[in-house]
């Protein structure tokens, strides 16, 4: 009987644990992305599509996730002034493309993917 008792008691241990340990390292994040505007009707998972590597400080984008057929990645800082600009007609559209921010000083940017229907914007932090 006392095991009946247990059991769902580390259950709950062992998923509390989990959700302060995601939460603690959520939070030592340098690198912050959040979502603008996504004007694109296939884009209801671009959550998945930017992953962070806070150690290296670069951000993975996969394209087949958004949906693919990019033409132009621009990066701008808050001034509008272009910091990074890179064609990518002749990327695969299942391609990961790399972002390095480690080239980049502490703000906020704006990082909009061009396609050629409407763009996608993201906002990129850097601490």
């Known amino acids: 009987m006392e095991f009946k008792a247990f059991l769902p008691l580390c259950f709950i241990l ?13 939070s030592t994040s340098a690198i912050n992305i959040s979502e603008i505007e996504a004007l694109t009707t296939n ?12 150690e290296s400080q ?3 984008i996969d394209f087949a996730e958004l949906g693919g057929n990019f033409a132009e990645l621009v ?9 990074i600009k890179e064609d990518l007609l002749d990327l695969p559209v299942d391609s ?3 972002l390095d921010l480690s080239i980049l ?7 909009e ?3 050629y ?11």
């Not at 990066?75 to 910091?83: A, C, R, S, T």
């Not at 229907?117 to 601490?127: D, Q, R």
């Open 14 to 26: 062992v998923f509390s644990l989990g959700q302060l340990h995601a939460q603690s390292v959520s």
């Open 43 to 54: 884009n209801s998972d671009s959550e998945w599509a930017f992953w962070e590597d806070v």
């Open 58 to 60: 670069k951000i993975y």
């Open 75 to 83: 990066l701008q800082d808050v001034n509008g002034n272009q910091v």
């Open 96 to 98: 990961i493309y790399e």
């Open 105 to 111: 000083n502490k703000g906020e940017y704006t990082l």
């Open 113 to 115: 993917l061009r396609t």
């Open 117 to 127: 229907k409407e763009p996608i914007f993201k906002t990129i932090s850097v601490e």
